[in-house]
Nanobody, 128 residues
Framework: QVQLVESGGGLVQPGGSLTLSCTAS????????VAWLRQVPGKDREGISC???????????YYVDSVKGRFTITRGNVKNTVHLQMNNLRPEDTAGYLC??????????????????YGRGTQVTVSS
């Protein structure tokens, strides 16, 4: 079965950390760019980070300014996983986070760009 599943969301205090994981089944995640999107009810979905395909050349990573220096996207040591390490979390990071695949990171910030695969999402709540 082809699917993407996110895990690792939860409730954390401001300044805390969480690591989200995106696990693929039924296809090879290395062949795709993987992006993390987030959405707050009533607001547009936004892409916040992306890692390029792992296809024999150096991978590139991308971050929007609001998370740069705090979030890190990596491909996991376990095959078919991608992680998003989130440090120094802020209340404004509260959102539903989902991972998606694409052919490249060119449009990663575009929340409505059509992707190849979508996860169902995991909720991150930053609150004291």
């Amino acid at each position: 079965q082809v699917q993407l599943v996110e895990s690792g969301g939860g409730l954390v205090q401001p300044g805390g950390s969480l690591t989200l994981s995106c696990t693929a089944s039924g296809f090879t995640l290395d062949y795709y760019a993987v992006a993390w999107l987030r959405q707050v009810p009533g607001k547009d979905r936004e892409g916040i980070s992306c890692i390029s395909p792992n296809i024999g050349r150096a991978m590139s990573t991308y971050y929007v300014d609001s998370v740069k220096g705090r979030f890190t996207i990596t491909r996991g040591n376990v095959k078919n996983t991608v992680h998003l390490q989130m440090n120094n979390l802020r209340p404004e990071d509260t959102a539903g986070y989902l991972c998606v695949t694409d052919l490249s990171c060119e449009n990663y910030q575009d929340g409505i760009h059509q992707r190849q695969h979508y996860g169902r999402g995991t909720q991150v709540t930053v609150s004291s």
